[in-house]
């Protein structure tokens, strides 16, 4: 999954942060910091909590049931991520997600929606993230794959929206291009989810960089 995610109310006019680029904080969602806060006081429990279910592509194969249980003011981030798969497996990735979009995969998509549904307190759901990035084992650069994808994503929303009112979709790409190609539409797409990963090792200048330069 990301590193991180951010939320804020929506305004009017773009937070200063955000109209000038500087380094101010927006809202994190999740942190790789642990124990105490400065003071002795409690810790803070994070607003997210992330968990990966995996899905089988084999036929007949269902979606993992979430098991995470979020306390007062967390909010799941379920994460669907096939698997069975090799990195590189271009033909069993395109079957997987065909037989997804023919149909075949309903019986899994609504029994994991009616899950979701069942829960009372809201979740975050991505299906597939990273897919535009390789070093995933479901994920890609072909463009083919990546159009059956953007069709798949839509499909795979709009059924579960069906059942589950209570899911906010979480679309997450890694290229920039994807964002202008293969965009699923906004009717699709509830929250955004970015990669922002700053290591000066891989970076070209080997310096460290801001969030708003990252973004």
Request: proline letters at 9%.
């Amino acid at each position: 999954g990301l590193a991180f995610f951010t939320y804020q109310r929506k305004t009017a006019t773009p937070p200063d942060y955000l109209r000038y680029a500087t380094t101010q904080p927006f809202y994190l969602g999740l942190s790789a910091s642990a124990g105490s806060p400065a003071g002795g006081s409690a810790p803070v429990a994070e607003p997210i909590v992330p968990e990966r279910l995996g899905w089988p592509v084999a036929g007949g194969s269902f979606i993992a049931e979430p098991r995470a249980t979020a306390s007062a003011g967390q909010i799941p981030l379920l994460y669907i991520e096939p698997t069975g798969l090799t990195h590189g497996a271009e033909t069993d990735l395109n079957r997987f997600l065909t037989r997804i979009l023919a149909g075949e995969c309903d019986a899994a998509l609504d029994r994991f929606a009616r899950s979701l549904n069942a829960r009372t307190e809201p979740l975050l759901v991505s299906f597939m993230p990273e897919f535009d990035n390789p070093a995933r084992a479901w994920g890609t650069r072909q463009d083919e794959t990546l159009a059956l994808y953007r069709q798949v994503w839509q499909y795979v929303v709009a059924r579960c929206r069906a059942t589950a009112g209570n899911v906010t979709w979480l679309w997450c790409p890694t290229q920039a291009a994807t964002l202008v190609l293969h965009h699923p539409g906004s009717d699709y797409i509830d929250w955004l989810g970015l990669p922002a990963l700053d290591d000066p090792a891989t970076a070209p200048d080997r310096k460290s960089h801001s969030f708003a330069t990252h973004i």
